[in-house]
């Protein structure tokens, strides 16, 4: 996979540089794909700069208490200096207990996106909602859930090996235009792929310690990502993709509350899930649309979320187990995640390529967020 020319790539960097005053890591990072990274600046360019509902404090401290659900410090001390650039008041910084009372009310929604989004209901909306001089309008609740999404996501960023997942892609491509398997039987194979998720552990880890840096900014620390497919349970809570989509419920009602936040974050999307260079480590010519999609749907499917209309027998074929303890790690458990875990899968892959893995990762990640937080919105609407 090759990167985009080196002319836009540093373009890109200027302009950021200049806007922000910094080049902070994982925009470098990201600077391997500039399509991408266009698009990326642009929105997160929008959520915390441009006209809002939120004031510039508020959504800088919001990224803050997201950041601090996976212990990200990095990310807390760049929005800290950001809070206090943008007059936020330093007292807040102390921690959650000398913030506003309508900021404290977010810590429920902020847990529960950043680990067991499909918990959120309506009634959290109405509660937050409610009449009351700490109530959240509508808008300002769409651009804090957005802000929470995105960075909980941000945090998230040999040959053999390789001859046989492209054999495995050709096979499976082959195989689709031969038969279709039936509802009934992609049905079987999501509640399967459910289930194994649970067996693919990320790492046997003490009980983590968290720094009173980051442990100020965090109520309920011990709360965290539990499998959604729990073994023994008989009748999981599936989110059918189909029943509120992001491109037909999602984006609409996003797009009306936040003007065009919309449009940016559908770009964004369809950017990683799109971005492709034909290409697999050293191999050219490569249509790599159904590795990609195995990945995306493999997050979303570790979220509950199931598309009717894709057989995840896919992804047993082509994301193999130390990939799947990677993506696993990353998504649900981003602060434990090590160099180790990123060097043990696709050995001969180029790192351009697996950088775009976490940005896929990421997007996937917080799609699956928003799409569970809006259709709460949704149901509090109707």
């Not at 700069?49 to 807390?76: E, F, T, V, W």
């Not at 689709?176 to 509802?183: F, P, T, W």
Request: glycine fraction near 4%.
């Amino acid at each position: 996979m090759q990167a985009n020319g080196l002319d836009e790539r540093t373009n890109l960097l200027v302009e950021e540089y200049s806007t922000s005053g910094r080049l902070d890591n994982i925009t470098q990072v990201m600077s391997i794909h500039t399509q991408y990274l266009e698009s990326f600046l642009r929105s997160q360019f929008y959520m915390l700069r441009m006209d809002g509902p939120l004031p510039l404090p508020y959504r800088h401290y919001i990224a803050i208490m997201a950041a601090a659900r996976h212990q990200c410090s990095y990310l807390i001390n760049m929005h800290v200096d950001e809070f206090l650039k943008t007059g936020g008041i330093a007292e807040w910084l102390n921690g959650l207990e000398y913030i506003p009372q309508r900021l404290k009310n977010l810590n429920e929604i902020n847990k529960l996106l950043a680990h067991r989004p499909w918990l959120i209901t309506k009634e959290h909306i109405q509660k937050l909602v409610k009449t009351g001089e700490n109530n959240w309008s509508l808008p300002e609740l769409v651009h804090a859930v957005v802000l929470l999404a995105h960075y909980h996501a941000l945090i998230a960023d040999s040959l053999s090996e390789l001859e046989a997942l492209m054999e495995r892609m050709k096979r499976l491509q082959e195989d689709k235009e031969d038969e279709e398997a039936s509802q009934e039987e992609m049905a079987t194979r999501f509640e399967k792929e459910k289930k194994e998720s649970l067996l693919v552990i990320s790492g046997a880890f003490d009980d983590e310690i968290v720094s009173t840096d980051v442990s100020r900014y965090v109520e309920d620390p011990g709360f965290g990502y539990k499998d959604f497919a729990r073994r023994g349970e008989d009748h999981l809570p599936t989110f059918r993709a189909q029943d509120y989509t992001w491109e037909n419920h999602g984006f609409s009602l996003v797009n009306r509350l936040y003007s065009d936040i919309g449009h940016l974050l559908d770009e964004k999307f369809r950017m990683v899930y799109n971005l492709t260079y034909n290409t697999m480590a050293t191999h050219e010519d490569v249509d790599t649309t159904t590795l990609r999609r195995a990945l995306f749907n493999y997050v979303h499917c570790m979220y509950g979320i199931r598309y009717d209309d894709y057989d995840y027998g896919e992804v047993n074929q082509l994301l193999e187990r130390s990939l799947k303890v990677y993506i696993k790690t990353v998504t649900c458990y981003p602060e434990r995640t090590t160099k180790r875990m990123y060097d043990s899968y696709w050995r001969q892959f180029k790192h351009s390529e697996k950088v775009h893995v976490n940005l896929l990762l990421m997007e996937a990640r917080m799609q699956a967020e928003l799409l569970y937080a809006l259709r709460a919105i949704t149901r509090h609407l109707t």
